[in-house]
């Protein structure tokens, strides 16, 4: 029952999204947005709105853009991507994350300004979103976890993925500190158990952490996959990008959670991260994404750390739009993994609406 409400609510969402997209409301909705958001102090006491004082601009974030329709990282399929490249530069105005950054200084930012990112440099970035950037002549900034570009290893949280995407095993029994049983007969229990092993997994201390994911590999029966070179981004195609383009910043070394490291092991993943990215590209490093970028995984000295290794900006996960005063450290992100394209415009409106 709870899945056929599920189901018809997402359907009467397409339907009214649809509504707005095909006719004049969205065109209104958009101008509305320019100049009036929801009161942040009560957003359901009239008048519900007020005027706003400063333009903001949205960011937005994707990971990966292909038809795989992997349940455990799900990714952009191709065709939606693109059908959402072609509206953004139809109607909005994007820009790259520095330009973005320097108007922001200015407080000239103009109207429906957007910036595209991506995070951690997976292949199907160059392969698949590439072409379509190129051919609208859209900026978009990739930030790269250094470790993995041109090596063959993959990321920590790939480890867990594929383990979770290949195990034959009925249930996961007695794992994590609590010594937890999930079970693992569909796809559904998987995903729980997967969304909750990840969420285990980022709020250990760094060097627990390893451990913990070879446990994991050992009680799913798999291979542990340490490298795959057909997963993420090398340096000859960064390069390829760059010279068309394409912006890249750091994501760190091995996509630790920053707040669970000491201040020497962030300074070396930002630095190192960063000093890689200038020696290959052979211009700044300026921009930074927070792994994970929950609110938990960055903290006040993450920042400073930044600040002093000469970044001018940190994009979280955080979700929200951002305006002249937001912190630059403190970016905020949506993501629009939405496969309707009325529903991904409709949402990139209304969200303009809510305050910071």
């Not at 929801?38 to 957003?43: A, D, T, W």
């Not at 795989?68 to 065709?79: C, K």
């Not at 799913?220 to 981004?233: E, Q, R, S, W």
């Amino acid at each position: 029952m709870q899945k056929f409400l599920s189901r018809c609510k997402k359907q009467v969402w397409k339907l009214v999204a649809s509504l707005c997209f095909y006719s004049p409301i969205l065109r209104w909705m958009n101008r509305f947005s320019n100049y009036f958001q929801f009161r942040k102090e009560s957003r359901f006491a009239f008048p519900f709105i007020k005027k706003r004082q400063f333009r903001n601009f949205q960011i937005l974030v994707y990971h990966r853009v292909n038809n795989e329709y992997d349940p455990f990282f799900p990714a952009v399929p191709t065709e939606v991507f693109e059908r959402q490249m072609e509206y953004l530069a139809t109607h909005f105005h994007v820009c790259s994350l520095e330009n973005v950054i320097e108007m922001a200084k200015k407080k000239d930012i103009p109207d429906n300004t957007v910036v595209i990112t991506f995070d951690d440099g997976y292949k199907d970035n160059y392969w698949n979103a590439f072409p379509i950037l190129k051919k609208l002549s859209l900026p978009a900034t990739i930030f790269l976890a250094t470790d993995c570009i041109g090596s063959g290893k993959v990321l920590w949280h790939d480890v867990v993925f594929s383990a979770f995407r290949e195990t034959q095993e009925p249930f996961l029994v007695g794992y994590g500190i609590n010594l937890k049983d999930y079970p693992l007969r569909t796809i559904e229990e998987k995903r729980f158990a997967h969304g909750q092993v990840l969420n285990f997994l980022r709020a250990l201390e760094d060097h627990e952490r390893p451990f913990w994911i070879q446990r994991l590999v050992e009680k799913l029966k798999v291979i542990g996959k340490k490298d795959a070179a057909d997963l993420m981004l090398n340096w000859e195609e960064v390069r390829i990008m760059q010279q068309q383009g394409i912006s890249f910043g750091s994501h760190t070394v091995t996509h630790p959670i920053l707040s669970r490291l000491p201040a020497d092991k962030v300074r070396e993943e930002v630095l190192k991260s960063k000093k890689t990215i200038e020696e290959q590209l052979g211009v700044p490093v300026r921009t930074f994404a927070y792994p994970s970028g929950r609110k938990q995984d960055f903290t006040e000295i993450t920042k400073n750390i930044l600040k002093e290794a000469g970044y001018d900006c940190a994009v979280t996960m955080v979700f929200g739009t951002n305006e002249y005063d937001q912190d630059l450290f403190e970016l905020r992100r949506g993501m629009p993994w939405e496969n309707h394209l009325p529903t991904f415009a409709v949402k990139l409106s209304w969200y303009k609406l809510y305050p910071n």
